[in-house]
């Protein structure tokens, strides 16, 4: 049985669903499918049914995950990660990526084992950023 991949992804203004899909792009590429999912759409029962994940999220509030949608259902999801392949994502504005470092730490405080850098696009990512996000998507595919 191939192993099956998911991206979960939250964007208020489309810069981290940009990412999302140049991560697809790469999975797909790879031989790969790859199912996409709107946050809210995503929780503990679906996150079941996979291997390998993705989730991509802005910095939002004050230097947070989104919390109404995101961060909920991350919240439900954190325990069941742990003996997955995990990485994360997303766009930020006029911080310095703190949410994503505090996400880092909290995942990893939990057990969640992040198997590559988590990829941050200051606003709009640019092609060298989005060439990451192909490049994640290949590894995620042969993790
Ligand atoms: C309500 C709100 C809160 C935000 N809070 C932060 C923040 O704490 N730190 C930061 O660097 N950017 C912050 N931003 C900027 C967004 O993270 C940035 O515009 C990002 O590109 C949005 O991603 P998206 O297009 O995927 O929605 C905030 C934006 C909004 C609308």
């Not at 709107?38 to 996150?47: D, G, H, I, L, P």
């Not at 909290?106 to 850098?117: E, M, Q, S, T």
């Amino acid at each position: 049985m191939p192993q099956k991949i998911a991206i979960v992804v939250w964007s208020k203004t489309g810069n981290t669903k940009l990412m999302a899909n140049r991560i697809k792009k790469g999975v797909e590429d790879s031989g790969f499918e790859v199912d996409i999912f709107k946050a809210y759409n995503f929780n503990s029962e679906k996150v079941k049914n996979y291997d390998k994940i993705a989730l991509g999220c802005p910095a939002m509030g004050s230097e947070t995950l989104e919390d109404t949608e995101f961060l909920p259902m991350y919240e439900n999801i954190k325990t069941y990660l742990k003996d997955k392949k995990v990485f994360f994502f997303g766009s930020y504005g006029w911080g310095d990526g703190k949410w994503m470092r505090d996400w880092e730490e909290d995942a990893i405080k939990n057990g969640v084992k992040l198997f590559r850098k988590s990829i941050i696009a200051k606003e709009k990512p640019s092609d060298e950023i989005l060439n990451i996000c192909y490049q994640a998507g290949k590894d995620l595919a042969n993790a």
